[in-house]
């Protein structure tokens, strides 16, 4: 089986060189290009499996090369991990909305991170079974629900986003009262609470979740 090829574009030298040697470590080939302009060009030209794209840079910058991306048929579809110097939720709702499959913050994050996230998206034939598998339940991930009830529809999104991938069925609510009913009806196998919520807050979900027998025993 032939490698897999990963283009990174960062404008920081040390940084893009040592993620290049973990993924060559991991098994991937990887390209390695500091500037946008030059790896939009190397984009086209290798047509690579995967794109690990910093969004701040000079001249071409990671936006700008996304948008690029969206306007030419032969490289849209390749899949794009961002790597930014930015958490905050509008970023990642951006990159989200031009079709980022994940993201990843500078500060909070390994090489091990990057290699695993890749992994997530580019299983090999050999290894696909057990990556996809860490860290599930013993049940088949279609009869697997999860709940999230959480008011930041970002947040929310990114997980859920990210739960599906991974093969689970996932339901979301924005409020309190939408989860209460969500957990009636689907019967999820876990839920996950946000405490502070506008209007009802996680607290009294949570009373009222274990003071109905039909929902009393969901994690």
Request: aromatic share 4%; charged share 25%.
């Amino acid at each position: 089986m032939s490698k897999k090829i990963i283009l990174v574009i960062d404008d920081d030298p040390i940084l893009g060189n040592v993620i290049k040697n973990r993924i060559e470590e991991a098994g991937f080939i990887c390209v390695f290009e500091t500037s946008g302009a030059k790896g939009l060009d190397e984009l086209r030209a290798i047509r690579p499996n995967l794109l690990l794209l910093d969004l701040l840079m000079p001249g071409m910058s990671g936006y700008q090369l996304l948008d690029a991306m969206k306007e030419d048929p032969t490289i849209a579809s390749i899949p794009v991990i961002v790597i930014s110097n930015s958490g905050q939720p509008s970023d990642i709702e951006h990159v989200l909305n031009l079709g980022v499959r994940d993201f990843i913050v500078k500060a909070h994050f390994s090489p091990e991170d990057i290699v695993q996230k890749i992994k997530n998206i580019l299983p090999d034939d050999e290894g696909a079974e057990s990556a996809n598998t860490q860290g599930k339940p013993t049940t088949s991930s279609d009869k697997f629900t999860i709940l999230i009830i959480e008011d930041d529809t970002t947040l929310s999104q990114i997980a859920a986003d990210r739960f599906r991938f991974d093969g689970y069925s996932v339901h979301t609510a924005k409020d309190g009262d939408g989860g209460l009913q969500l957990a009636k009806e689907v019967s999820p196998s876990i839920i996950l609470l946000d405490l502070i919520m506008p209007g009802k807050s996680g607290f009294i979900v949570l009373q009222e979740l274990k003071a109905d027998p039909a929902t009393k025993a969901i994690p």
